[in-house]
Nanobody
């Protein structure tokens, strides 16, 4: 079984910073792209940033220049450094990854449980 677990969310004032982590564990054979999404209640899930297994990155327009995505393949871990946070960044942030598990030997999309980020004005 494969699990993704996020951590690092919390409450921060506008202009502050947070660093999210996502650790993939379990029966992992290979990890391809990893992504951060966010979703507020009643809204569609939004892609925040993505990173390939060789480190190529992509960002949503609303976070460019403020957020940085990275990963440590040796630890099966992805990070999201969030700077200059704004109240509109308040959301639940989800980790997503394309993973081949050793049990299926097929690509599958896995999700974490989400971590709440709240930015106060």
């Amino acid at each position: 079984q494969v699990q993704l677990v996020e951590s690092g969310g919390g409450l921060v004032q506008a202009g502050g910073s947070l660093r999210l982590s996502c650790v993939a564990s379990g029966n992992i054979f290979s990890i391809r792209d990893m992504r951060w999404y966010r979703q507020a209640q009643g809204k569609q899930r939004e892609l925040v940033a993505s990173v390939t297994n060789i480190g190529n990155t992509n960002y949503g327009d609303s976070v460019k220049g403020r957020f940085t995505i990275s990963r440590d393949n040796s630890k099966n871990t992805m990070y999201l450094q969030m700077n200059s946070l704004k109240p509109e960044d308040t959301d639940v942030y989800y980790c997503n990854a394309d993973i081949v598990s050793t049990t299926t030997m097929r690509w599958g999309a896995y999700w974490g449980q989400g971590t709440q980020v709240t930015v106060s004005s």
